[in-house]
T-cell receptor, first 112, second 110 residues
Framework: KAGVTQTPRYLIKTRGQQVTLSCSPI?????VSWYQQTPGQGLQFLFE???????NKGNFPGRFSGRQFSNSRSEMNVSTLELGDSALYLC???????????FGPGTRLTVL | SQQGEEDPQALSIQEGENATMNCSYK?????LQWYRQNSGRGLVHLIL?????REKHSGRLRVTLDTSKKSSSLLITASRAADTASYFC??????????FGGGTRVLVKP
């Protein structure tokens, strides 16, 4: 099976812009989670989607949003980008209630 | 805030030696997982241990879990240069998200 894919792999934006990141889970996986990783804060949970519904949400401002489509693909959007949003954004998929998460390679976002 | 905290933050060993890292957490969990990350890439799942298990093995990996002390350890035996990576513990409580610790950076010198 193909692994989790994320696009784009690298992105450079300027402050105030918005960005959309995409994640395609492993075939058959219905749950997608998003994480932000920075040197200062480490790995922080953003949100989890299951069958197109947000199941859990982390402590991030409303500028961070996401959605999941009927084919389980997920997107996350960050509006009004700030310098501190520069990070590696990771998505992971699981099959329903299975606890092992399979991670994609990440999208490296740089905000200038 | 992070649920799990790894110790040490960094570890440097010679190839062939064993590497041990510890993880402490704060609240009750359903399971604890260990992941490896190479150089800013995605995480790779290594092993999952459930709250009713005390020890688990996978190849050169040995994980222990002490729920009374709210701690876990990961042992990598006979380390190789390819084991150089950051290792993260992650805890899962019922119905909750997976929460990661700060990680241990391991350097295996040839």
């Amino acid at each position: 099976k193909a692994g989790v894919t994320q696009t784009p792999r690298y992105l450079i934006k300027t402050r105030g812009q918005q960005v959309t990141l995409s994640c395609s889970p492993i075939s058959g996986h219905r749950s997608v989670s998003w994480y932000q990783q920075t040197p200062g804060q480490g790995l922080q949970f953003l949100f989890e989607y299951f069958s197109e519904t947000q199941r859990n949400k982390g402590n991030f401002p409303g500028r961070f949003s996401g959605r999941q489509f009927s084919n389980s693909r997920s997107e996350m959007n960050v509006s009004t980008l700030e310098l501190g949003d520069s990070a590696l954004y990771l998505c992971a998929s699981t099959m329903g209630s299975e606890d092992t998460q399979y991670f994609g390679p990440g999208t490296r976002l740089t905000v200038l | 805030s992070q649920q799990g905290e790894e110790d040490p933050q960094a570890l440097s060993i010679q190839e062939g030696e064993n590497a041990t890292m510890n993880c402490s957490y704060k609240t009750s969990i359903n399971n604890l997982q260990w992941y490896r990350q190479n150089s800013g890439r995605g995480l790779v799942h290594l092993i999952l241990i459930r709250s009713n298990e005390r020890e688990k093995h996978s190849g050169r990996l040995r994980v222990t879990l002490d729920t009374s002390k709210k701690s876990s350890s990961l042992l990598i035996t006979a380390s190789r240069a390819a084991d150089t990576a950051s290792y993260f513990c992650a805890t899962k409580a019922a119905g909750n998200k997976l929460t990661f610790g700060g990680g241990t950076r391991v350097l295996v010198k040839p």
